[in-house]
């Protein structure tokens, strides 16, 4: 099996979220580690959150299972049931349509790193915000309101 030298992965940073949806997520980088490995069935991404940042806006998959296993530092779960602290080898598991909107804040003064792992499903997934005016489909992103 070949090993992934991770620290050569080009870092990719940014959001495609509409405007001014993308601040939370200032900071936040990843490496598509999946991708690197020549897989194709799902995508998994080394993410690290800077002190202060957002994985993402709190969302749900229509077709898509996600999973975080967190590796270093400490972030802070939140979905429709509260927040939960993760710490290194917690895992959450979101399946495919269940509509629970989650996202991870790191909330400590040191960065955090996890893995989110997930099925590819672009073709036919949409993706709900529940907290702001976005969504998500095949054809992109827009405003739930327009």
Not at 53 to 58: C, F, I, M, N, V
Not at 124 to 141: K, S, T, V
Request: charged share 20%; proline share 7%.
């Amino acid at each position: 099996m070949p090993k992934i030298a991770v620290d050569a992965l080009p870092v990719n940073t940014g959001s495609n979220y509409l405007p001014p949806h993308h601040e939370a997520v200032a900071g936040r980088a990843w490496r598509a580690v999946a991708a690197a490995g020549g897989l194709t069935q799902f995508g998994a991404n080394l993410v690290t959150l800077p002190a202060g940042a957002w994985s993402s806006q709190r969302h749900w998959h229509s077709h898509e299972d996600e999973m975080v296993v967190m590796l270093a530092g400490e972030a802070v779960l939140v979905e429709d049931g509260g927040d939960t602290v993760m710490k290194p080898g917690d895992i959450a598991c979101f399946p495919a349509g269940a509509a629970n909107g989650h996202h991870l804040q790191n909330r400590s003064a040191l960065p955090c790193q996890f893995l989110a792992i997930g099925t590819d499903r672009i073709d036919i997934d949409e993706c709900h915000y529940p907290d702001i005016d976005m969504h998500l489909d095949p054809a992109g992103f827009r405003r739930k309101t327009a």
